[in-house]
């Protein structure tokens, strides 16, 4: 584990040490109405934060003043963000660190059986955590605007943090239902390192080639600002330049849907080992769920320095949280056979009995148990859900004042009810019951109790099924276009042309993408409606030549 940890950090000085180079003379960003706020990044979202006194652009005689300034008083400049000291936020992350690599530790011990991958992950939120270092550099040194407002390097970092929660829930759930697959770990940690390089490799080009407020992955996904403006809820209020780009909205909502959905999975690997202990871990996380939540709602009012306690509280509840961790952690690390005499850096006896104790706990078979769904069906639902929220998030609150007038109570109750109902959730399940069910589409499985269509059942009708499986995607693609189309006429006041207009075609494309995900989410009833056209496909497609001839 200490070299896992030890390369993590190696690998975070790497990222770190571009700041050195990568950082032009100070340009100013295009002109915005509110003073800047802080960076808010789930995990540790504290590193490179601003003074909360500090706006956007500085008074003309200001940037006059710092524009003369010797070359030796200009690291004040770029190292401001890190002035941590004299606010309650900058204390309460400090103090975060060392919990949570408390927790690291205490979560590796070798008795716990904590998968491979799993244990990875919790390290390689270390590297996420430390990247923002030189994303907050580039961003205040470069543009003079705060981490939460340069689209590109927020997002990118926020991708390091998504990839922690993937590899969090991708290990524990291979552990719980394919143990013998997790020695196939290799794959995604390279697929997670790649999307570290990725992020060194832009904060050291991109300050060169990008502007402040460039969307992260070049705003993919983002309509059209013509489209925007038509939208007859969006007349009352255009999107702000520091708006999150579809990009950055969806990584937010994926990392907070892969955290609870890695919680569900801790709580269920207390059956597969046999400790309970793993039960307390879940509500060690519940803090940090609520620090992510504190995150999506102080962008969801566009940073505002009104609501500048967000902040606070964020760093608060990472503070909570990871001490939370850590004592969960001990907890399952003690039942485990863990002593003080772990800490003895020499080697041990090969006949301590408290080293045999630990040995046979770690070499306790995994109690696991059936998928309920595929890997496929779970990106499925995830990639869904996550740009469903960010559409609706960044396009449907330009329809509404709230966003754009902070409301400190509003805001507390946006916070507050997530956690609040995923909280009922273990509460309910820790006293017996079943916890808050809500039914979701599923590609099959599930209890005995409320079987599933999938597709084994469209297997049973043999080729009419399967025809029948393909005429319904079929009829999904044939009404998709025309129903793209009239929607786009609807909003511009013109029939799209996909052949000579780029900007047609993907706003098209769109509507239809978005579509298919939400199609994606009805799987049960496109299958039931296969189901009910294959026999009508056997009688008169599959087997109409074969009672032609028995007429005869």
Same mark, same amino acid.
Request: without cysteine; aromatic residues 10%.
């Given at each position: 584990m200490k070299y896992r940890i030890g390369a993590t950090l190696m690998a975070v000085a790497a990222i770190s040490s571009v700041a050195a180079f990568s950082v032009p003379p100070v340009r100013t960003a295009a002109p915005f109405s509110r003073t800047s706020s802080p960076p808010i990044l789930r995990g540790f979202p504290f590193v490179g934060r601003a003074p909360t006194t500090t706006h956007l652009h500085l008074a003309p005689e200001l940037e006059h003043l710092t524009s003369s300034l010797p070359a030796s008083d200009l690291p004040s400049l770029l190292t401001s963000f890190v002035d941590q000291g004299q606010n309650a936020a900058g204390i309460f992350f400090q103090a975060s660190l060392l919990p949570y690599l408390a927790f690291i530790y205490f979560i590796g011990f070798r008795g716990n059986r904590t998968p491979e991958l799993a244990s990875f992950a919790w390290s390689f939120l270390l590297l996420f955590v430390l990247s923002t270092i030189p994303g907050g550099i580039i961003s205040k040194g470069t543009y003079g605007v705060s981490l939460a407002d340069c689209d590109w390097l927020h997002g990118g970092a926020e991708a390091l943090l998504t990839a922690t929660n993937l590899l969090l829930v991708y290990g524990l759930r291979q552990a719980s239902t394919e143990p013998e697959r997790t020695d196939d770990t290799l794959k995604p940690k390279l697929v997670a390192g790649g999307i570290a390089a990725a992020f060194a490799v832009s904060a050291v080009l991109g300050p060169t080639l990008l502007s402040a407020h460039t969307p992260f992955l070049f705003g993919i996904g983002n309509l059209p600002d013509a489209l925007v403006y038509s939208l007859p809820w969006a007349a009352a209020h255009s999107d702000p330049v520091n708006s999150l780009s579809i990009p950055t909205w969806a990584i937010h909502y994926s990392s907070v849907i892969e955290y609870v959905f890695a919680m569900s999975l801790v709580w269920r690997y207390a059956e597969v080992t046999g400790n309970e202990r793993w039960k307390g871990l879940t509500w060690g996380m519940l803090p940090l769920h609520a620090s992510g939540v504190c995150a999506c709602t102080y962008h969801f009012f566009y940073n505002p320095s009104d609501l500048q306690f967000l902040v606070t509280l964020q760093a608060f509840t990472t503070l909570l949280g990871n001490i939370t961790l850590a004592y969960a952690a001990y907890r399952i690390a003690i039942s485990n056979g863990w002593t003080l005499g772990e800490l003895n850096p020499l080697p041990k006896s090969q006949?301590?009995?408290?080293?045999?104790?630990?040995?046979?706990?770690?070499?306790? &078979?995994?109690?696991?148990?059936? @998928?309920?769904?595929?890997?496929? =069906?779970?990106?499925?639902?995830?990639?869904?859900?996550?740009?469903?929220?960010?559409?609706?998030?960044? /396009?449907?609150?330009?329809?509404?004042?709230?966003?754009?007038?902070?409301?400190?109570?509003?805001?507390?109750?946006?916070?507050?009810? &997530?956690? @609040?109902?995923? %909280?009922?959730? /273990?509460?309910?399940?820790?006293?017996?019951?079943?916890?808050?069910?809500?039914?979701?589409?599923?590609? %099959?499985?599930?209890?005995?109790?409320?079987?599933?269509? =999938?597709?084994?059942?469209?297997?049973?009708?043999?080729? @009419?099924?399967?025809?029948?499986y393909v005429l319904t995607e079929l009829a999904f693609w044939a009404v998709a276009f025309p129903v793209a189309s009239y929607a786009l006429y609807n909003t511009s006041g013109h029939w799209p042309d996909v052949i000579n207009d780029a900007g047609d075609r993907t706003t098209v494309l769109g509507f239809i993408f978005a579509g298919a995900n939400v199609a994606r989410l009805a799987v049960p009833l496109r299958l039931g409606a296969a189901l009910a056209l294959a026999p009508w496909v056997d009688e008169n497609i599959i087997n109409r030549g074969g009672k032609k001839e028995e007429s005869e």
């Open positions: 006949t301590d009995p408290r080293g045999l104790v630990v040995e046979v706990n770690a070499a306790k &078979p995994l109690l696991t148990y059936a @998928a309920e769904e595929s890997e496929f =069906s779970l990106a499925i639902k995830l990639a869904g859900f996550t740009f469903l929220a960010a559409y609706v998030t960044k /396009y449907g609150e330009l329809g509404i004042d709230l966003p754009f007038t902070p409301n400190p109570v509003v805001a507390s109750l946006m916070i507050l009810t &997530p956690p @609040a109902i995923v %909280g009922y959730n /273990y509460y309910d399940k820790s006293k017996g019951g079943d916890g808050l069910t809500i039914p979701l589409p599923s590609f %099959g499985g599930g209890d005995e109790d409320a079987p599933m269509l =999938s597709m084994d059942d469209i297997k049973r009708y043999g080729a @009419a099924g399967t025809l029948a």
